[in-house]
């Protein structure tokens, strides 16, 4: 058993590199359905279960200290390849549909809550809401919310699966209904996006050594100054001062977005690695405690999508949005910039950079989403 904390952490970073690796090297299908980020986390807690290592209070302060920093780090990097100006040079259309898109999951995930309500008592809505900040951006939203509204890690599992086993359904729906979209655009009286074009996304070059220190530096400091400047601000029962941590640290990294820092390589590498690592260290405080309440959740998350599609079909109908960007939109919400583009792909190769972009705007806007669902659902609860 490990009871110090440099062979703990020599642990959570083997295993967080392990499945990236296998899924690089071999390629399996498996990881079609279970990206390597769940694998990690179910891996990390089976050997937390079988008690690999012991929670002492030298572990416990490590981990607290290691979430607690490398979160607004993680999203400060994430924020880098944010280009705001070419989001909104996409125009009107594209990003209509993509408000329409956060609107349907809004409405679908506190309609969901009022639905199941009764089942979900005292704080049991805390992985819906950060569910909420994965399906606008990605797992690091639904992190960031995690900590914000100070959700438990066994809470934490539930989600984690949620998303996974609800978004793999989900994409197997957006490919297969490709077919339809000379139907679904005549019912919309839609025209077809397939010959959209946008600027490409601007690429950066190999990751050096020099840039993975600069990078490193400068996220652990926009962490650390965000950390102190939060203590300045007003706090509430939903707005803590690590939730003001969090919003800063997204708002550093989209300012440095814009200046020429955001032309060194290596920010996407990096925060894709912290990524897994915050992962592993989470899955790390967990147990199977209310596994039970699994099938609850995986219910939940499939109402949310079947909710979604019928608005997202109706706002389509009233705006005229074709079939081909609903699917990019919805999927740059659910699945994020991974699987959004191989999608827009499938559709028409025009449109791969709409995908890169709408996954991207997601990522920005997915914490505050996620605050706002919790916010909301914290309301319906009572006391």
Known sequence: MIHTVWPYLAVMLLVAGLFPAMERRFGWRVFN??????????????????????????????????VGHMVPALLFLLMINCDLRAIFALGPRVLGVFACTSVSLFIAFIATYLLYKRWLPGDAWHPLAALSGSWVGGTAN?????????????????SLLTDALCYSMWVVVLFAVARLAPAFNRFTRARSSGDLQVAEAKTTGP???????????????????????????PASGMVSPA????????????????????????AGTISSAMLISVVAVLASQ??????????????????????????????ARLFHFDLYLCGISSLAHIGGVAATPILAASYSRALVPVGILLALLGYILGTGFGLLVASVMSALAGP
């Open 33 to 66: 359905v279970l990206p390597p980020i769940v694998l990690t986390y179910l891996l990390v807690t089976a050997l937390a279960v079988v008690g690999l290592w012991q929670i002492n209070d030298e572990i416990r302060a490590t981990q607290s200290m290691l």
């Open 142 to 158: 639904m992190i960031a919310v995690k900590q914000g509204i100070g959700m438990s890690d066994q809470h934490l599992a539930m």
């Open 207 to 233: 990751t050096t050594p020099d840039a993975v220190l600069l990078w490193l530096g400068m996220a652990l400091l926009a962490s650390a100054l965000a950390a102190w400047v939060a203590d300045y601000l």
């Open 243 to 266: 939730t003001w941590t969090i919003l800063l640290a997204t708002g550093a990294g989209l300012v440095v977005a814009h200046t020429p820092l955001a032309r060194f390589p290596g």
């Open 286 to 315: 967990s147990n199977f405690h209310g596994i039970g309440a699994a099938p609850l959740y995986l219910l939940c998350g499939v109402t949310i999508i079947a909710l979604h599609a019928v608005l997202l079909v109706g706002f």
